[in-house]
């Protein structure tokens, strides 16, 4: 029987620690992650990352206004006095992130106050049209992540000091889609 609800999966999740967290990754990357549902592994992986190294996390869950279902939303991330929301894309085909799940954390970011950053996380990386929409997204800051930059977090254990990096880089250079392999951690 595999995990059903928002609270399995997080009570799961829980359970890694960096060395399991690679493990799913793995797992992940050969497309064999039994238990988690299409996309859920990968997006509990990325934040469980946030939460092993320091980050306060706010699992998956729905947002309701006026009485309907407005908004679901991947997780929120608070690290080194950012704010950040959360779409993590895991596609099956291996095809790259196109506009749309830009555009919507972009609406969703309208309703926040403007310091709070989106961050899309995709194993398969980004279509051109998707990076060229990050870069016209501000004021609504959208940084982008693909596969190999969390890949490198889970082996470095460190993914709070790339977000900051990637945040500094953005703000210094414009760049929402800089990818933090570029620049070594010591």
Request: include cysteine; hydrophobic fraction near 40%.
């Amino acid at each position: 029987m595999g995990l059903t609800s928002a609270a399995q999966y997080e009570n799961a999740i829980k359970s890694f620690q960096w060395d399991g967290l690679r493990s799913l990754w793995n797992q992940i990357e050969n497309r064999y992650t039994p238990n988690w549902d299409s996309g859920k592994a990968f997006e509990y992986t990325v934040l469980r990352a946030f939460e092993l190294d320091g980050a306060e996390v706010k699992w998956p869950y729905r947002v309701k206004l006026f009485g309907e279902e407005v908004e679901q939303i991947d997780g929120v991330i608070y690290s080194g006095g950012l704010s950040c929301l959360v779409e993590s894309k895991d596609f099956a085909d291996k095809s790259n992130v196109d506009i749309a799940p830009i555009a919507k954390l972009r609406n969703q970011l309208l309703r926040r106050p403007a310091s709070t950053l989106g961050l899309v996380f995709s194993r398969t990386g980004f279509t051109d049209p998707a990076r060229h929409l990050s870069y016209f997204s501000l004021p609504q800051t959208i940084l982008l992540w693909n596969g190999e930059e969390i890949k490198y977090a889970l082996e470095k254990e460190i993914i709070c000091e790339l977000l900051t990096l990637k945040y500094r880089v953005c703000v210094e250079d414009g760049l929402p889609d800089y990818d933090v392999r570029e620049r070594e951690i010591p």
